[in-house]
T-cell receptor, first 113, second 112 residues
């Protein structure tokens, strides 16, 4: 049973650039949530996608956007990168209406220079 | 919004001792309280959770207690082992599918 996978593992970008991160949910799951984890902090909720639409959103600016595809995989896009966007970006999947549990992937480590 | 506070931020115990981590939350609508373990370079892994209709739950050496009146919940690890060393996060949410609100984490070190 494949768990949550994310790509790439690491990447380095320059301030002002744009980045796209990818996530494939655990087999059988239909909902994807994205979290940002700054160094030494707990994860913070960015947004959640279900049925290809953004269902919930945390306190993040519009520079953060996402997409969900028909196969339930998801992308997180960040525009106009700032140094403060450097963090571990985590994807979590779940099954709506059935499951309290959210399963996390290994994350993508983004460094903005 | 929900505010989850977690204490202590660091905890060092000797192998075989017990470890206790405590969290408080602010939103009385929260009814799901998971605990995650995060090892270096990995994503958080769910180790135990509790829902608001239950006061205590145990799974081998790990137990969680919930006091909804006081809005606090705790993780108890007994007979700690070096492989328990990791960062532990508590979280709270309003239910299935809702966003998880995390505490800032507790770095647990178990020394042989």
């Amino acid at each position: 049973d494949a768990g949550v996978t994310q790509s790439p593992t690491h990447l380095i970008k320059t301030r002002g650039q744009q980045v796209t991160l990818r996530c494939s949910p655990k087999s059988g799951h239909d909902t994807v949530s994205w979290y940002q984890q700054a160094l030494g902090q707990g994860p913070q909720f960015i947004f959640q996608y279900y049925e290809e639409e953004e269902r919930q959103r945390g306190n993040f600016p519009d520079r953060f956007s996402g997409h969900q595809f028909p196969n339930y995989s998801s992308e997180l896009n960040v525009n106009a990168l700032l140094l403060g966007d450097s963090a571990l970006y985590l994807c979590a999947s779940s099954l709506v209406g059935q499951d309290y549990e959210q399963y996390f992937g290994p994350g993508t480590r983004l460094t903005v220079t | 919004g929900e505010n989850v506070e977690q204490h202590p931020s660091t905890l060092s115990v000797q192998e075989g001792d017990s470890a206790v981590i405590k969290c408080t939350y602010s939103d009385s609508a929260s009814n799901y309280f998971p605990w995650y373990k995060q090892e270096l370079g990995k994503g958080p892994q769910l180790i135990i959770d509790i829902r608001s209709n239950v006061g205590e739950k145990k799974d081998q050496r790990i137990a969680v207690t919930l006091n909804k009146t006081a809005k606090h919940f705790s993780l108890h690890i007994t007979e700690t082992q070096p492989e328990d060393s990791a960062v532990y996060f508590c979280a709270a949410s309003k239910g299935p599918g809702y966003a998880l609100n995390f505490g800032k984490g507790t770095s647990l070190l178990v020394t042989p």
